[in-house]
């Protein structure tokens, strides 16, 4: 996914976020860049519930050393206020192991 002016997953572009189908799994390649050299992807996936809300969070540096990025599940029922920490079902940060 390319998040630009009209990817639907930002949400300052999309504030209700997008609709997924519940009870099937759902694989992300979330990729990073800066500049033209420093790149994070990761591969993660999970299975959406039904009547829950998710979000994921980013965070990380790509542009100084050591360079790195995280991506974390969060998810809470719909109708509730708090977020709690999910997880992903594989997490994969694309690191030397």
Avoid at 5 to 32: A, D, F, M, W, Y
Avoid at 59 to 72: K, N, T
Avoid at 80 to 94: A, H, I, L, R, T
């Amino acid at each position: 996914m390319t998040l630009d002016t009209t990817n639907p997953l930002i949400k300052q572009l999309n504030e209700n976020g997008v609709s997924v189908i519940s009870g099937i799994p759902l694989s992300l390649r979330i990729q990073s860049i800066a500049g033209s050299l420093d790149m994070c992807t990761i591969q993660a996936d999970f299975t959406p519930e039904a009547n829950r809300d998710y979000k994921i969070a980013l965070s990380g540096r790509i542009s100084s050393y050591p360079h790195g990025c995280v991506a974390e599940l969060w998810s809470k029922r719909r109708g509730e206020v708090e977020y709690e920490k999910d997880s992903f079902k594989n997490y994969d940060d694309c690191k030397p192991k």
